[in-house]
């Protein structure tokens, strides 16, 4: 075993056997990472400013709001269908083309199915540039480019399941155990066919619980994405926030919730069932 | 027949795999291939359906010089040549008739093959080869949940519906108990016979290896050290084979020892 710097500081455990040999133990690493942990939360405490009296003095106004949205406008809920469903209709087209797209990237990106370093390393590299583009802006440069509406939302939440499912699933098909698409080489099979026949039997439940769990986080992003102009429910949320009509918010909200807790729970039920 | 002809090959590592080997097996012998871990058995079999490329000298196989097939001409080669795995290499998520199934794929249209919709004809011959290995009756239950000597014999039966001329395996009873083994040893046997299936085997245990091949091929250090009747191997035959006992890796080794 060779020594690290770390070793000499703190020693590694030594056991004898009756017969001589020696077994060493290194010394747990934790000690350095609670640290580091402690050392880097005091730093951002510092350079954010984040001042916990501040909560202390202003937090009871969120209650305000609160009790300001109790009682709901139940009124309000007219108008509220037609951008619920935008919102709902924007995320679930999004995350359908967004879970196909992800397969040819997937495997495009796996290293253990394309062999070429340059092509794999490419595809890793467009996935990940696309996941560091928040959805938000995405939606905010597509509303330039295509006009207000849900076209640009639908377009940001395409983009970011893509990349998403992608990137989960070229990650669980590198795991995959590669025995059966040798077997299958060795019978004489294409690599598309080998991967139709051995990859995706054994990657198909995950990824449509990735592509379901996607698609449960988006509907809850598609409510943001009308702050931006893309369209849907957050469009009425930002305007009544505004006009500080606090009740047809508290409907918005409530309507919102519970959707997002129905579509929640049908996916897990799905999911459950993949698994 | 399979013809090596002082063939060579070295990894990019630089380890020598096998060193000037000139064998010769005829259509329907069964071979046993034996040998310490690392010496060259698998690349031996591997180098015969091109799933390994050679570096120097000639192959041939019914008379097709390997090394010199592409792409296509490659794929074709390989549906006549069947091969057996020691971690038995199934799809475990699928059933054990979708398994078989596979090696028709390649003769399916563009649809059929994208869909996974199997003909009839396909289906039936699939069945056949699972009746012929003895699991007819588990053709609709999923891999996972067959026993691992089940499912080395679905992985018989796959090769079987491929109707290859070759069955090359690769230590196919290293993951199963003894008497097991001796049903999988059992099922190669009678294909060789029945069929007329040239097999080759790679193979740890010498007592198997002696008392189901006709014919032993002895590999240390990628040399063919001995090659003759499984009857004419000798305690010093073996001795050869596996080398002197300091050889072997010493559990004392300082890096061995090592956590």
């Known amino acids: ?275 | 027949m399979i013809e090596f002809i002082n063939v060579n090959k070295t990894y990019p590592n630089g380890v020598t795999a096998l060193s000037n080997v000139n064998l010769e097996i005829e259509q329907g012998e069964f071979v046993a291939i034996i040998g310490l871990s690392g010496a060259g058995k698998s690349t031996l079999i591997r180098c015969i359906n091109r799933m390994h490329e050679i570096n120097e000298g000639t192959l041939n196989v019914d008379g097709v010089n390997v090394s010199q097939l592409k792409g296509k001409q490659v794929r074709a080669f390989r549906r006549k040549i069947g091969m057996i795995f020691q971690s038995f290499n199934l799809v475990t998520r699928t059933t054990v008739l979708n398994n078989v199934l596979v090696s028709s794929v390649p003769e399916l249209s563009f649809w059929r093959k994208t869909l996974g919709l199997f003909p009839k004809d396909k289906k039936v011959a699939a069945l056949e080869a699972l009746d012929k290995v003895g699991i007819l009756d588990k053709a609709y239950n999923r891999v996972d949940q067959l026993s691992g000597g089940q499912q080395q014999r679905v992985a018989l039966a796959r090769t079987l519906a491929q109707n290859p001329s070759i069955i090359l395996a690769d230590e196919p009873v290293a993951s199963l108990d003894p008497v097991t083994a001796k049903v999988v040893m059992d099922d190669f046997k009678r294909i060789n016979q029945e069929m007329d299936m040239s097999i080759l085997i790679n193979i740890h245990h010498v007592e198997l290896a002696l008392e189901y091949a006709d014919r032993v091929i002895g590999v240390r250090k990628g040399e063919i050290v001995y090659d003759g009747k499984s009857e004419d191997v000798t305690q010093d035959v073996l001795n050869n084979i596996y080398g002197s006992i300091t050889e072997v890796p010493h559990m004392d080794d300082p890096e061995e020892a090592e956590v």
């Open chain 1, 1 to 275: 075993m060779e020594e690290t710097f770390y070793d000499k500081i703190f020693k590694p455990k030594t056991y004898t056997l009756e017969n001589g040999k020696t077994v060493k133990q290194r010394a747990s690493r934790t000690p350095i990472v609670l640290l580091l942990v402690l050392v880097a939360t005091y730093a951002s405490f510092r350079t954010t400013g984040a001042d916990l009296s501040l909560l202390l003095s202003r937090g009871h106004q969120f209650f305000v709001i609160i009790i300001g949205m109790i009682p709901p406008n139940f009124k309000f809920i007219s108008s509220i269908w037609g951008p619920l469903f935008d919102t709902i209709q924007m995320s679930l087209l999004g995350s359908l083309a967004g879970a196909l797209v992800a397969i040819p990237l997937a495997l495009l990106s796996s290293s253990n199915i394309i062999k070429n370093v340059f092509v794999n390393g490419f595809f890793k590299f467009f996935l990940s540039i696309l996941r560091t583009l928040p959805t938000l802006v995405l939606a905010l440069i597509f509303t330039f480019l295509f006009g207000l509406g849900t076209m640009a939302g639908m377009l940001s939440i395409f983009v970011f399941t893509a990349s998403y499912v992608g990137k989960l699933m070229y990650e669980h098909i590198e795991n995959v155990d590669m025995g059966a698409f040798e077997a299958h080489e060795s019978m004489g099979l294409t690599k598309v066919e080998a991967f139709r026949y051995a990859i995706i039997p054994e990657v198909l439940p995950t990824y449509l619980s990735v592509s379901l769990y996607a698609f449960e986080g988006n509907v809850r992003y598609a409510a943001i994405l009308g702050y931006v102009g893309a369209g849907g429910i957050g469009l009425v949320l930002n305007e009544r926030l505004g006009w500080r009509d606090y009740p047809s918010v508290g409907m918005v909200l409530l309507v919102l919730m519970i959707v997002v807790f129905i579509i929640e729970r049908v996916s897990e039920y799905f999911r459950r069932q993949l698994s």
